[in-house]
């Protein structure tokens, strides 16, 4: 499957984004799928999760009430809507599909995802 990550920029705190992620490839609805963000110098991190067909969300605590990760399967397209954005949500953002084998599990490692976008930047002024 390929992705394709949209929406990031350059916003001040306590601003909004939505992040996009397309997918192009069969079987979309099959992947479970997930945020995760990088800084320079340090390790790429889970933000969020879904699972094949949204009934399962998983997020790290520092983002719980403040983003939302969603999915549409009929336009495979993941969403990643983010609120009251802080400097430290800063990073460049990857959207990353896998297989699980259990299909309602959300995997926060990212040696554990087979499919990889090009990332996107968001950047939080204070």
């Known amino acids: 499957v390929n992705l394709v990550e949209s929406g990031g920029g350059l916003v001040q705190a306590g601003a909004s984004l939505r992040l996009v992620c397309a997918a192009s490839g069969r079987a979309f609805r099959s992947y479970g799928m997930a945020w995760f963000r990088q800084v320079p110098g340090k390790e790429r991190e889970f933000v969020a999760g879904?699972?094949?067909?949204?009934?399962?969300?998983d997020y790290r605590d520092s983002v719980k009430g403040r983003f939302t990760i969603s999915r549409d399967n009929t336009e495979s397209t993941v969403y990643l809507q983010m609120n009251n954005l802080i400097p430290d949500d800063a990073g460049v953002y990857y959207c990353?599909?896998?297989?699980?084998?259990?299909?309602?599990?959300?995997?926060?490692?990212?040696?554990?995802?087979?499919?990889w976008g090009q990332g996107t930047q968001v950047t939080v002024s204070s």
């Open positions: 990353a599909a896998n297989l699980p084998a259990d299909a309602d599990y959300i995997d926060q490692a990212v040696s554990n995802y087979d499919y």
């Open positions: 879904i699972n094949w067909d949204g009934s399962t969300t």
